[in-house]
């Protein structure tokens, strides 16, 4: 599924949940899909923010990413493994949101993806930003990381909506 399909995808799965599946926990530590959702959401902006940094800064950056981020770009996602953030990165998401707030805000967010998408590929790639666990990455590299962390959401979908069953 490409990068950006895969945004639209989730979007249209929010019709099938009900609120109350939406909000379920069905144990301690363990993500409603409304959270993953809002997760999903705002790190997506985050990628995003950065991307725009990028887009108006014009200091070059000579630094590059990190082996962790070099394999996960060659590979084109993340590996199919659970990652665990550090705690102080680990506050649990929103879980209070309606489906309508949901919908808006992935539509919200689908239109900041659009406003980019024609832009991205004439952003210098020798200006970045740093991201914690994959060093400096540029406009492009932004652009392409919301949609390898959507698809890395994709087997954590699968499970939660197995758990509500």
């Known amino acids: 599924m490409s990068d950006s399909n895969i945004v639209y995808h989730f979007k249209s799965e929010l019709?099938?949940?009900?609120?109350?599946?939406?909000r379920y926990i069905s144990e301690e530590g363990v993500w409603s899909i409304g959270q993953m959702y809002d997760h999903l959401i705002l790190v997506a902006h985050e990628y995003l923010d950065n991307l725009e940094i990028c887009a108006t800064s014009t200091e070059k950056q000579p630094l590059g990413k990190t082996k962790f981020g070099e394999e996960l770009f060659k590979n084109g996602g993340f590996p199919p493994i659970k990652i665990k953030l550090p705690d102080e990165l680990n506050t649990p998401p929103n879980n209070s949101d309606s489906k309508e707030e949901l919908i808006n805000r992935m539509n919200e967010l689908i239109q900041r993806i659009n406003q980019w998408e024609p832009r991205v590929d004439n952003i210098n790639p020798s200006i970045k930003v740093e991201h914690g666990g994959l060093g400096w990455l540029n406009a492009k590299e932004?652009?392409?990381?919301?949609?390898?962390?959507?698809?890395?959401?994709?087997?954590?979908?699968?499970?939660?909506?197995?758990?509500?069953?």
């Open 142 to 165: 932004w652009y392409d990381l919301v949609g390898m962390h959507f698809r890395h959401h994709l087997r954590q979908k699968d499970e939660l909506e197995k758990r509500m069953q």
């Open 15 to 22: 019709q099938n949940y009900s609120l109350g599946q939406l």
